[in-house]
C-alpha cells in the first residue's frame, strides 16, 4: 500500500465518521497493557464483510458504574500473541450507537489471517478475535465458506456452531473457512416466556432469554415495539456462548430475513391474526438494530459508527405503486433508513450478491383471509398449482387477462388478486440492480445469497390411491406462497435473465426453510419444459424447530393423509419425516414405505416428473453447509446434526446425523447443469 493508499483510506473513514485502523505499519509487539475482562465486553467481537485489504471490525464496551464513555484502541496483528501488531487505532462507542463500537481496518493483505483485540485505557481488553481477509481479485484459489440461517435460543441449542467452529479449528490451514454468510433469521424477535408455555414448545425447553421492556403481547408470544426492545433481543443472543465463539473465529457476511424486523412482517408493515399494524418506527428500529450488532458495509443516511434514521409515524399504508410498494412517505423512509442489498468478490471464482427478500415485497398473497378456500384440512401446508400461479401472477396473469373465478374441489373460488400487482421479493429498484450485478461480473461463481429458498416444493397428491382423500386441484400440489416457491414469475424472470444473458455458475444459497434442499434452478417443472440454468441449495436451521418437528405435535392423530407427512415407528421408536419422501419421489414411494419399510423398493416407484429439479430434502435437518468453490467445480456439504434440544456436553457439539456432499461441475453457456451427490457419513434415508 502506498501513502496515497493510506491517505484516501483515511479520507474515506473520516467521511464515514469511523475509526480507522491502518495496517501498513511494520509489525511489531505490542504496546497496551492487556488482561482479559470478557464481563465488560458482554457481546463479545466480530468482523464482518470482508476485502482484500479492509474488514470491518465490531465490538460492544457499555460504560462502568461512573457513566463515562470507556476509552478504547484496537489493535490488529498478525499473529494471536500480539508481537506482530501492524495497526493501533483509537476506537469508542457512544450512547446513540448503544456504546457498540466499529473499525474498518485497512492496508491488510489478501487472503491473510489477523487477530484483533479491543482495550480500555486500564489494560482492561475485550477477548481475542480471528478474521480473514478476502483473496485478491484475480486469486484462483479455491473458496470456502458455511452459510447459515434460522438460529433461536428461546427454543433450542447452538451446537452448529460448535461443531463447525471445532471442525475449522483442526482442518488445515489451507482448508478452513474464509467467511460466514449468515442468510437471516439471526434473532427471532417473538418470544415466550417460560411462564407462558410451562409445558415447552414440542419437546422443547424455553429459555428465559429476553425480556422487553416496551414490548407487546399477541397471544401467548411477546413482540419488541422499540429500539431499546429489539437492542435488547440482540444483546440476549450475543451472549450465547456458541454464537459468540463463531462470531469470533469467523468473518461475517450478514443479511436479515423476516424475523429481524417482523414474522409476518413486510415493507414497513406488521401482520398478527387479522390484525395490520402500521409500524414504520418499528421498521426503523430493528434496522438500526441490526446496524449497530452487525459489522456490514450497508448504506444508511448516517455513518459507519452512528445510525441515523429518519423520523417516521405510524400512518396506514393505502396507496401502493405498480410494483406494490406502498407509497405513503413513512414507508417509503422506513424501508430506505437501511439498504442491506450488496455484492462482495473473494478472489476469480466467487461474488456473493445479496438481496433482501423482504423490505421490498408485495404482501403474501397466502397470508390473507382472502385465501383461506385455498387451503385444505385433508392436505395441510399445501395448495393447488393450478391457483398459486394465478394468484401469484395477479392482474398480468395470461397477458393481462386473469380469471375472475379459479376452478378448484369442484368450486369457482373468487380470484381476489385478479386486480393486483404480480408478487415481487425484490421489488423494482432492487431487481433492476440484481440484474445489472449478475451481468457485469466476472467471477467463475455468482453465488446469489437468497435468504428465502428458491426450489420448488411440490406433490403429487393427484396420484393418491382410492380410499384416501380425493385431491382437490387438477394437477400438482405445491407449497403456496410464503418465499420464491410461490413467486413463481419473478423467479421465472429471474432464471430468464441468467438464461438470455448466458450466465453461468449461476448458483444460489438460501436458508429459511429450515431444512437441507439440493437440486437445480428451473422456472418450470412438468408437465411444462424442465431447463434448469442453475445449481440451488437450502440449509437447514441452526436450531430453529422444523416442519416435521411441528407436524409430528400439531397434525391431528386422525388426519387420513397423516403418514405421508410424519410416521411414528413401530414400538414408539421415534418417527420419520415421510414429508422428504412425498416431496423428493411421491406418494406412491411413500406409501410402499410405509407398508414395506424398504426404502429401495420404495424409491423404485419414484415419480420422476415430481421433482426432476431435486437431488436432496430433508424437511426437518439442523446444523450449516459448507460450499468449495473452484475454478471447475462447486461442491456444497450439508452438516446436519440432531435436533438441538439441549446444549452438547461435549466440545465437538455432539453427534452428527449425516454429511452429504452435492458437487457442480461448472457447466458452459447453453448446457443444462448437473448434480454428483455422495454421502459421506451416516444415513439421509429418505432425503434421498
Known amino acids: 500500500m502506498t501513502s496515497l493508499d493510506r491517505r484516501r483510506f483515511i479520507a474515506t473513514a473520516t467521511a464515514l465518521g469511523a475509526s480507522a485502523a491502518w495496517g501498513g505499519a511494520r509489525a511489531a509487539p505490542s504496546k497496551l497493557r492487556y488482561t482479559e475482562r470478557r464481563d465488560l465486553f458482554p457481546e463479545g467481537v466480530a468482523s464482518g464483510d470482508p476485502q482484500p485489504d479492509s474488514v470491518i471490525l465490531w465490538t460492544r464496551r457499555p460504560p462502568g458504574a461512573d457513566g463515562a464513555a470507556p476509552r478504547l484502541k484496537v489493535e490488529v496483528s498478525e499473529d494471536e500473541g500480539f ?48 478474521t480473514m481477509t478476502a483473496p485478491a481479485l484475480d486469486d484462483p484459489r479455491e473458496v470456502r465458506f458455511a452459510f447459515v440461517s434460522c438460529q433461536n435460543v428461546n427454543q433450542g441449542a447452538q451446537n452448529a456452531w460448535r461443531r463447525m467452529i471445532w471442525e475449522d479449528e483442526r482442518a488445515r490451514a489451507d482448508q478452513r473457512l474464509d467467511f460466514v454468510i449468515h442468510l437471516g433469521d439471526f434473532i427471532y424477535e417473538i418470544v415466550w416466556y417460560p411462564e407462558d408455555r410451562p409445558q415447552g414448545m414440542y419437546d422443547r425447553r424455553i429459555r428465559d432469554t429476553v425480556r422487553y421492556k416496551d414490548g407487546k403481547k399477541f397471544q401467548d408470544l411477546h413482540l419488541p415495539t422499540s429500539l431499546d426492545d429489539y437492542r435488547a433481543v440482540y444483546k440476549a443472543y450475543l451472549r450465547d456462548p456458541d454464537i459468540q465463539d463463531a462470531r469470533a473465529r469467523f468473518a461475517f457476511v450478514n443479511m436479515w430475513d423476516n424475523h429481524e424486523f417482523s414474522w409476518r412482517g413486510y415493507q414497513g408493515i406488521e401482520k398478527f391474526g387479522k390484525e395490520v399494524v402500521w409500524a414504520q418506527t418499528r421498521k426503523v428500529a430493528a434496522n438500526q438494530a441490526w446496524f449497530e450488532y452487525q459489522p456490514a458495509r450497508v448504506k444508511q443516511a448516517g455513518t459507519l459508527q452512528q445510525f441515523e434514521g429518519p423520523k417516521v409515524a405510524d400512518v396506514p399504508v393505502t396507496a401502493f405503486d405498480a410494483e406494490g410498494f406502498g407509497l405513503e412517505p413513512n414507508n417509503k423512509a422506513a424501508v430506505e433508513s437501511l439498504t442491506g442489498y450488496r455484492a462482495l468478490r473473494f478472489g476469480k471464482n466467487v461474488e456473493v450478491i445479496l438481496t433482501d427478500q423482504h423490505s421490498y415485497r408485495t404482501e403474501d398473497p397466502f397470508d390473507t383471509p382472502e385465501a383461506n378456500p385455498f387451503g385444505f384440512r385433508d392436505f395441510p401446508a399445501f395448495s393447488a398449482c393450478e391457483a398459486t400461479e394465478v394468484l401469484d401472477a395477479g392482474r398480468a396473469y395470461d397477458g393481462g387477462k386473469p380469471p375472475a373465478t379459479i376452478p378448484l374441489g369442484g368450486k369457482d373460488v373468487a380470484n381476489f388478486r385478479k386486480d393486483g400487482p404480480p408478487v415481487t421479493m425484490l421489488g423494482a429498484k432492487q431487481k433492476a440492480w440484481f ?21 420448488e416444493l411440490r406433490a403429487d397428491f393427484q396420484n393418491l390411491p382410492a380410499g384416501m382423500p380425493k385431491w382437490p386441484g387438477a394437477g400438482y400440489a405445491d407449497g403456496g406462497g410464503g418465499d420464491w416457491s410461490g413467486c413463481l414469475r419473478e423467479r421465472a424472470e429471474v432464471y430468464d435473465f441468467v438464461r438470455d444473458h448466458g450466465v453461468t455458475g449461476f448458483a444460489t444459497v438460501a436458508g429459511d426453510r429450515h431444512s437441507f434442499w439440493a437440486g437445480l434452478s428451473a422456472k418450470a417443472l412438468p408437465p411444462k419444459a424442465f431447463e434448469p440454468v442453475g445449481i440451488a441449495f437450502i440449509t437447514g436451521s441452526i436450531s430453529a424447530p422444523g416442519i416435521p418437528e411441528a407436524f409430528e405435535h400439531n397434525l391431528p392423530k386422525d388426519l387420513p393423509t397423516r403418514s405421508l407427512y410424519v410416521h411414528e ?3 414408539g421408536d ?26 429401495v423398493k420404495a424409491r423404485a416407484l419414484s415419480n420422476p416428473d415430481l421433482s426432476p429439479h431435486l437431488s436432496f430434502v430433508d424437511m426437518g435437518g439442523h446444523g450449516y453447509a459448507v460450499v468449495r468453490a473452484s475454478t471447475g467445480a462447486f461442491e456444497t456439504e450439508f ?16 453427534p452428527l446425523r449425516y454429511r452429504v456432499v452435492h458437487r457442480a461441475p461448472l457447466w458452459k453457456a447453453g448446457e443444462a447443469p448437473r448434480l454428483e451427490q455422495r454421502v459421506l457419513e451416516g444415513d439421509p434415508k429418505l432425503s434421498i
Open 83 to 130: 508481537q506482530r501488531v501492524i495497526a493501533t487505532a483509537p476506537a469508542a462507542g457512544t450512547a446513540g450507537s448503544d456504546w457498540t463500537v466499529r473499525v474498518m481496518a485497512g492496508g491488510l493483505k489478501p487472503s491473510r489471517e489477523y487477530f484483533y483485540r479491543f482495550v480500555g485505557a486500564d489494560g482492561a481488553g475485550s477477548r481475542i478475535g480471528r
Open 435 to 455: 440484474f445489472e450485478t449478475l451481468k457485469a461480473s466476472k467471477a467463475t461463481w455468482k453465488v446469489w445469497g437468497a435468504t428465502n429458498g428458491t426450489l
Open 569 to 571: 415407528r413401530p414400538g
Open 574 to 599: 421415534g418417527s420419520d419425516a415421510t414429508m422428504n419422501m412425498t416431496l423428493r419421489h411421491g406418494v406412491r414411494s411413500t406409501l410402499e414405505y410405509l407398508q414395506s419399510g424398504d426404502v
Open 639 to 654: 452438516v446436519c446434526i440432531p435436533r438441538p434440544l439441549e446444549r452438547a456436553a461435549t466440545p465437538d457439539g455432539g
